[in-house]
Structures are given as C-alpha cells and as structure tokens.
T-cell receptor, first 114, second 108 residues
Framework: DSGVTQTPKHLITATGQRVTLRCSPRSGDLSVYWYQQSLDQGLQFLIQYYNGEERAKGNILERFSAQQFPDLHSELNLSSLELGDSALYFC?????????????FGPGTRLTVT | AQSVTQLGSHVSVSEGALVLLRCNYS??????LFWYVQYPNQGLQLLLK??????LVKGINGFEAEFKKSETSFHLTKPSAHMSDAAEYFCADEKLTFGTGTRLTIIP
C-alpha cells in the first residue's frame, strides 16, 4: 500500500460526458502527479501540482483539467469524453517537486468510455 | 529533449536465471533515473533510483541497476529470477518521461 488513494476504482460512462477522478496523496506529500496509461500510448504524464500550484504540464488535452485543493487532494476533470479516453488514470505523490524525488503511485482509476 | 528507451517489450527468463532489462537515456547532463515495477492491476512501485554518486544502485526485491555514462544506459538486473518477479517494468527520468515498459515473464 503506497498510501495514495484514488476514487473511484472503476468508472463507466458514455461519450460526451464529464467525469471527475479524485486523488489523496500520501500524508506529508505536497506534490501530486496525474498519468494516463493506455495500451497504445503507454504511460503518459499529464500534469503536476505542488502545494496547490500547477508545476509542470505534459500531454494533457484541453478537455482535461486538474486542480489541487488546500487539503492537498487533487481532482482530474475529463470532459467531452471520447472512446479514446478509455484508460487507466494514475495519481502519484511525492514529498516535493525536485528531480530526485521518487513518486508513490495510487492503484488507479479505470475509465471506460462507451 | 530528454527521453528514455527500453529495449524489448517482452522478456522471458527461466526461474533462477539472470534477469536483464535494458534502458537507455538521452541526456547531455547526468540525469536522475528510476526503475518502477507494476504488478497486474496495481499502480507503479519504485524499485530503485539513481541520483548522483555510486553508479551501482541497489533496490528492493534483489534488483540492482548500473548507471553507465559511456553507454548512456541504466540496465536493471537480478541474479536469480523468482516467479513473483513477473510484472511490467518501467524506466523513467526526472522529467517524468517513462519508457514504454518491459513485460517480464518467468518460466517455471
């Protein structure tokens, strides 16, 4: 158990809909990362927050957005969903945002868009 | 741009045999490098990391990796494979770039 929690575990929704994925980092971790893992694209970094501020952006679509709240939990919002958005979405956390800090991953949310 | 490349999307070894998973990086400056393992239906778990200093890095579960600047490599090894090592392994750099992963299968 990494100490990172993600809800829900599974999510099934239809194209065009909007969903929110939630992540609680390990106790004491200030940095949160979001990743998308799919068979065709592998593990892709989406976005990172540190203590409420956006720190780095990866391959995140404009239809996706995220935020980190004062209690440090984070939410990833996915809108106008397409079939291709079906994937595993992982949240990870680390103590800080420096290059050498390892990340602790949550169990993921499996999103299925039908 | 920095990146990491994993050679071999699938590797099969017999139980008790040497495990060698390959990772090469492209960077003009010494990078920070990580190996993560993903067991079925789970998130990624850190195996080991290279920051600076000793080039041979020891991780959990008997794995180790050697940073070779001359070869721009950071290959993961384990002397004797165990059935519980069956998983997918990812190499990553500090820019949050992950390799495409190598699925390790252990043959009984």
């Amino acid at each position: 158990d990494s100490g990172v929690t993600q809800t829900p575990k599974h999510l099934i929704t239809a194209t065009g809909q909007r969903v929110t994925l939630r992540c609680s980092p390990r106790s004491g971790d200030l940095s949160v990362y979001w990743y998308q893992q799919s068979l065709d694209q592998g593990l892709q970094f989406l976005i990172q927050y540190y203590n409420g501020e956006e720190r780095a952006k990866g391959n995140i679509l404009e239809r996706f957005s995220a935020q980190q709240f004062p209690d440090l939990h984070s939410e990833l919002n996915l809108s106008s969903l397409e079939l291709g958005d079906s994937a595993l979405y992982f949240c990870a956390s680390s103590v800080a945002w420096g290059d050498s800090y390892e990340q602790y991953f949550g169990p993921g949310t499996r999103l299925t868009v039908t | 741009a920095q990146s990491v490349t994993q050679l071999g999307s699938h590797v099969s070894v017999s139980e008790g045999a040497l495990v060698l998973l390959r990772c090469n990086y492209s960077s003009s400056v010494p990078p920070y490098l990580f190996w993560y393992v993903q067991y079925p239906n789970q998130g990624l778990q850190l195996l080991l990391k290279y920051t600076t200093g000793a080039t041979l890095v020891k991780g959990i579960n008997g794995f180790e990796a050697e940073f070779k600047k001359s070869e721009t490599s950071f290959h993961l090894t384990k002397p004797s494979a165990h059935m519980s090592d069956a998983a997918e392994y990812f190499c990553a750099d500090e820019k949050l770039t992950f390799g495409t992963g190598t699925r390790l299968t252990i043959i009984p």
